[in-house]
């Protein structure tokens, strides 16, 4: 199947300072990246769908300011938490959709490895 | 509103066979993934089915009945590696997945 990279796979960094996730596909052209977030023991919460050169859809209770997604290339998107705070602290996960050429449909949505993050 | 309803957690013994059940309401229907997923890690997809019927893949085969908004998941020959969480997500009409909590396998020698 296809790979998406997310990097780094786990980061550490103090209070008030950003951190920054990359998702990349490697081997696809995702026009659409998502990007979740899941506590322990808990489902899969969709934070945002990014859209290659256009402004990324946010989940209602998500907020833009503090969660900054930019997806300039069709096979990069970025997740940066600004200011992040001891609460952020959570396990990150994009992931990107390959379209079906025939078809236009969504198909099999692909994940990175995921980003555990820890605010300190 | 949109729902998915899996069983929490389930055991199963080595080598045996197991079925996961999941039910799902949702606004429009374009599929139904299943997805693997282990303690730590990011979810892996395991199927897709997006028309009524059986599915197989190997050890892993899946189920859909869009009239019941039902699907299952079944393993075969259970290994100790399967044990992970199960989670159900249909895609809705804006092609977007809607996830659940998943349902815990624990697998027992």
């Known amino acids: 199947g296809a790979v998406v990279s997310q990097h780094p796979s786990r980061v550490i960094c103090k209070s008030g300072t950003s951190v920054k996730i990359e998702c990349r596909s490697l081997?696809?052209?995702?026009?659409?990246m998502f990007w979740y977030r899941q506590f322990p023991k808990k489902s899969l919460m969709l934070m945002a769908t990014s859209n290659e050169g256009s402004k990324a859809t946010y989940e209602q209770g998500v907020e833009k300011d503090k969660f900054l997604i930019n997806h300039a290339s069709l096979t990069l998107s970025t997740l940066t938490v600004t200011s992040a705070h001891p609460e952020d602290s959570s396990f990150y996960i994009c992931s990107a959709r390959d379209l079906v050429p025939q078809t236009g449909v969504n198909t099999e949505a692909f994940f990175g490895q995921g980003t555990r993050l820890t605010v300190v | 509103g949109q729902n998915i309803d899996q069983p929490t957690e389930m055991t199963a013994t080595e080598g045996a066979i197991v079925q996961i059940n999941c039910t799902y309401q949702?606004?429009?229907?374009?599929?139904l993934f299943w997805y693997q997923q282990h303690a730590g890690e990011a979810p892996t997809f395991l199927s897709y089915n997006v028309l009524d019927g059986l599915e197989e893949k190997g050890r892993f085969s899946s189920f859909l009945s869009r009239s019941k908004g039902y699907s299952y998941l079944l393993l075969k020959e259970l290994q100790m590696k399967d044990s992970a969480s199960y989670l159900c997500a249909p895609m809705d009409s804006n092609y977007q997945l809607i996830w659940g909590a998943g349902t815990k396998l624990i697998i027992k020698p």
């Open positions: 081997d696809f052209q995702a026009t659409t």
């Open positions: 949702t606004s429009g229907f374009n599929g």
